[in-house]
C-alpha cells in the first residue's frame, strides 16, 4: 500500500492526502458508486480530452500573436492620452510574417508553431478582471479570483468521467508553486478524486524543479497480491463507517482515492518511461538537448498521458513575467517551447488525435504596447491572445481584435467566462447544466455568466 507519508507527500494530486482530509462533499448515488466511469454528454462532443499548455507569468501577445503595424511605427512616441503618463510605446523587435494558406500573423520567435497555422484558431481579444498574477491565474483555471472554486480539469472530468480507470482522469506536470498554487488544479466543493494529480513541481517563478517523476508508486515491500488483500481490509473497514455516517465525505475522499491509488501502479509507470519512444519521436521534440529538453519531456508525456486516455492534462512552463530584458528573455523562453510545441501538435495529427483533442496555448494576461524599465512590458489584463487547437475549432482563423496599439479588446472580446463556457461546449458539455449542489446552491464553472464563442467552433 501507499503510506500515509506519500499521501502527505502529495497532497494535491488525486491520490493525495487532500482526499482523506476533508475537502470531498457528498456526490449523487451514481457517482458514489463509481466518480470516474465515462459519463454521457449534453450533446455529442467536438473533444474527448484537453492539453493546456500554459505559460505562467504572461507572455507578451504583442511580440508573439498580436501583429501591431502602427505600434512599431510609432515605437518611441508617448503612449496616448489616457495612458500610462510618460510612458513610451515600444514597438515588437522581431518580424511578423503571415503563415500558411489561412495568412496567419505570427512572430519569428515561433517559427515552429508556424509551420502549423492552418491548424490555429488564434484569439486576440481574451479579457480578464485580475491585473496581478495570482488572481489572474485562479480565475483562468477556475472562473473566480474572490473564492475557492473547483478548476476547469476537475470540472471537466467530473462532467465526462475518465477513459482509463488505472489513471488519474486530471494530470498537472510541473505547476507552479505560486500564481495560486494547488488551487489552479483543486476540486474545491467537488468530490476530491475530481482534482488534479501533481507530477514534478513548479518553483515561485514557474521554472520546473527536480525530475518528472510520481514518488512511491511502486511498494518495494509488498507484492501486488498482498497489497490487493490489505486494500480490501481496509476499505472494508472504511465502507462500513461510512454505512454508519451515511454522509462523510473524508471516508468518501479516501475509499476512491485509495483505490485510484493501487491501480496506478500498475499503469503508471510504464506510461511515464519515455526511453520506449522511438528516438526520432525523442527527437522531433527535443528530448535530451538545451534549451528544449524540460519541456520536451513534458510535452511527449501530455501526449501519451492523452493517448492512455487522460481527460484534461496540463502542462506548464515558465517564467514569462518579462518587465525588463525583454529582448533577451523572451527569445529564450520561446526557444524552450517552439520545438516541442511544434513536435506535440504534428505528433497528435499524425496519431489521429488531434481532431477530438483541443490543445490550448496561453498564460494568465498580456503585456503593455508601453515600455517598462527601457526594455520590458508591464500587465495587460484587457486584452491578450490565446491559441487552440483541434478539438473542434474552427481551424486557420482568428478571432477577435484589440486595438491599434494591442490596448485593450475592441471587437468581439472574449472574458474568461466566455472562454470556460467554450471549452465545455467542444466537450459536449452545456456550462449552464454541467452543475454541483454545494451549500443549498447549484454551482457551476462560469458561475452565472458565460457565452459561447461561436466564432472559434469549427
Known sequence: ???????????????????????????????????????????????????????????????LLDYKPRLIADSGKSAPQGRPGGARLMGSPWRFAQHGHSGQWISELLPNLARHADDLCVIRSLQTGQPAHAPASVELHTGSAQFIRPSIGAWSLYGLGSENENLPGFITLAPPGGNGGAQ???????????????????????????????????????????????????Q??????????????????????????????????????????????????????????????KCLLARRFAEAGVRFIEVSHGDWDHHRNLKEALPASCAQIDQPVGALLADLKSRGLLEDTLVIWGGEFGRTP????????????KGFSLWMAGGGVKPGTSHGSTDDYGYEAVENPVPIHDWHATILHLLGLDHERLTYRYAGRDFRLTDVKGQVVQGVLG
Not at 35 to 43: C, I, K, Y
Not at 370 to 379: F, K, L
Request: with cysteine.
Open 1 to 63: 500500500m501507499l503510506s500515509r507519508r506519500h499521501f502527505l507527500q502529495n497532497t494535491a494530486s488525486g491520490f493525495g492526502w487532500l482526499a482523506f482530509a476533508g475537502l470531498a462533499t457528498a456526490a449523487t448515488t451514481a457517482e458514489k458508486r463509481s466518480p470516474l466511469a465515462p459519463r454521457g454528454t449534453h450533446f455529442p462532443p467536438r473533444a474527448r480530452r484537453v492539453i493546456f499548455l500554459c505559460m505562467t507569468g504572461a507572455p507578451s501577445h504583442l511580440d
Open 184 to 234: 489552479n488544479y483543486g476540486s474545491s466543493f467537488l468530490p476530491a478524486i475530481y482534482q488534479g494529480t501533481r507530477i514534478g513541481a513548479g518553483g515561485l517563478g514557474g521554472r520546473q524543479t527536480g525530475e518528472m517523476k510520481l514518488g512511491n508508486v511502486a511498494n518495494p515491500r509488498l507484492t501486488p497480491a498482498q497489497q490487493r488483500s490489505q486494500l480490501d481490509f481496509l
Open 236 to 297: 472494508s473497514l472504511n465502507k462500513n463507517r461510512l454505512a454508519r455516517d451515511r454522509f462523510n465525505p473524508q471516508i468518501e475522499g479516501a475509499i476512491d482515492s485509495f483505490e485510484l491509488a493501487f491501480k496506478m501502479q500498475s499503469e503508471v509507470p510504464a506510461l511515464m518511461d519515455l526511453s520506449r519512444e522511438p528516438d526520432s519521436v525523442k527527437k522531433a521534440y527535443g528530448v535530451g538537448v538545451e534549451p528544449t529538453d524540460s519541456f520536451a519531456k
Open 370 to 381: 508601453h515600455a517598462q524599465n527601457a526594455d520590458g512590458r508591464d500587465h495587460n489584463n
